[in-house]
């Protein structure tokens, strides 16, 4: 059975700082792309990070030079973490894990960045 497990969401001040993990279970870790979402109320899911089974990262516009992905291969678990945070990253955070066709998706954490 495969799990991605979100976690590290919660209420933030403008400014500060946040780290969400995902571990993931059931699936070959090393062999996926993991990727990090986020859904706001009202607007589509949008891309915020990825990394390839290679290491290579590409980020979203919004977050490029805030935002941080990174994995732990032998942790079988994937970070995000978030610095400078806004307002606007205010959203529901997804994990996803993606090899060809496939893809898995976490149950989403809360992002709340508010003052």
């Known amino acids: 059975q495969v799990q991605l497990v979100e976690s590290g969401g919660g209420l933030v001040q403008p400014g500060g700082s946040l780290r969400l993990s995902c571990a993931a279970s059931g699936i070959a870790f090393s062999v996926y792309a993991m990727a990090w979402y986020r859904q706001a109320p009202g607007k589509q899911r949008e891309l915020v990070a990825v990394m390839t089974r290679g290491g290579s990262t590409n980020y979203g516009d919004s977050v490029k030079g805030r935002f941080t992905i990174s994995k732990d291969n032998a942790k079988n678990t994937v970070y995000l973490q978030m610095n400078s945070l806004e307002p606007e990253d205010t959203a529901v955070y997804y994990c996803?894990?993606?090899?060809?066709?496939?893809?898995?998706w976490g149950q989403g954490t809360q992002v709340t960045v508010s003052s």
């Open positions: 996803n894990a993606q090899h060809i066709t496939i893809a898995y």
